[in-house]
């Protein structure tokens, strides 16, 4: 089964996106399992994992009703607050839809570098292995040694590292990114994200061949049984169309062997996530 293991999903409005930039502006609509159904289909894939796109729990919500409501939305990675003594009781109410597997927090837009290191924070990601919930690591490259140290205090808790911590892939930059990146996936609780790739690099100037030092490396690091593709859908229309954003991957991994493939375009995800997949009749 192949899964997109990270796109979004929301009803527009500027008030609650206001990350949403001006040069961003085909990201300002709404986008709905309608919208993506049609993407997954024209390449072939079976479903997706919906990752929050706000720090709300009423998103949250919001996505685990929608994930009832279509059977190709296999999981939701949402939003509590870690950082609220309250947080095991939010995550205590949520986990009673199957389909949560994981939370995030988006901690490159925060001001403290140092953020997911507080006490508060680590307590709460204490908890998710309680509950048998994945934590997205979201950052920048300037965060890789903090997630380290993350990690490295919870080796028994599931991480998956997104948009592989977004290289500066415009510039060509590869270090000390791609050091991070190494010292990160000895982990081997942590796995990672092959997304969010076309954002980093120039929108409508990239070529195939702009990413494959990037992808050299986290193949290298993490192997073909911790990565997992994900479109970033839609903010990766900023810069590409859905097929072609997948194609990247399928791209680089053409030569692989069938079980390499498989684990890449599906059974990673739903493995580390543990998706509850139905079989087909």
Same mark, same amino acid.
């Given at each position: 089964?192949?899964?997109?293991s ?5 009803k527009y409005?500027?008030? &609650? ?5 001006? %040069? ?5 609509? +709404?986008?709905?399992?309608d919208? /993506? @159904? =049609? *993407? ?103 965060h890789?040694?903090?997630? &380290?140290k993350?990690?490295?205090?919870? %080796?028994e808790?599931?991480?998956?590292? +997104?948009?592989?911590?977004?290289? /500066? @892939? =415009? *510039? ?32 409508h100037?990239w070529?195939?061949?702009?990413f ?20 970033d ?49």
């Amino acid at each position: 089964m192949k899964i997109d293991s990270h796109q979004h999903f929301w009803k527009y409005n500027k008030s &609650e996106y206001s990350w949403i930039s001006d %040069q961003m502006g085909v990201l300002k609509k +709404d986008f709905l399992p309608d919208d /993506l @159904i =049609k *993407e997954l289909n024209g390449i072939g894939f079976d479903g997706s994992v919906a990752v929050q796109a706000r720090q709300s729990l009423e998103e949250t919500s919001w996505l685990l009703e929608i994930a009832d409501q279509n059977d190709f939305i296999k999981g939701v990675v949402g939003w509590v607050d870690l950082c609220s003594d309250k947080a095991e009781e939010q995550i205590s109410e949520f986990v009673r839809n199957r389909k949560l597997v994981g939370v995030r927090h988006v901690i490159q837009d925060e001001p403290d570098d140092h953020f997911m290191l507080q006490k508060s924070f680590l307590r709460s990601i204490n908890l998710l292995k309680k509950y048998n919930l994945v934590y997205d690591i979201l950052i920048l490259p300037k965060h890789l040694t903090y997630a &380290e140290k993350l990690v490295r205090q919870f %080796q028994e808790q599931q991480f998956v590292l +997104d948009h592989i911590a977004k290289p /500066l @892939i =415009k *510039e060509n930059k590869i270090s000390p990114w791609k050091e991070g990146i190494k010292r990160l996936s000895t982990y081997q609780n942590v796995s990672c994200k092959l997304s969010g790739m076309v954002t980093e690099a120039s929108w409508h100037g990239w070529k195939r061949e702009d990413f494959e030092p990037y992808l050299d490396v986290v193949f290298e690091a993490f192997g073909t049984s911790r990565l997992m593709i994900g479109s970033d859908w839609p903010v990766c229309t900023v810069s590409s169309g859905y097929s072609p954003t997948m194609k990247i991957v399928f791209d680089y991994i053409k030569t692989f062997n069938l079980e390499e493939k498989e684990m890449v375009l599906g059974g990673n995800a739903i493995r580390i996530y543990n998706l509850q997949i139905r079989d087909k009749k």
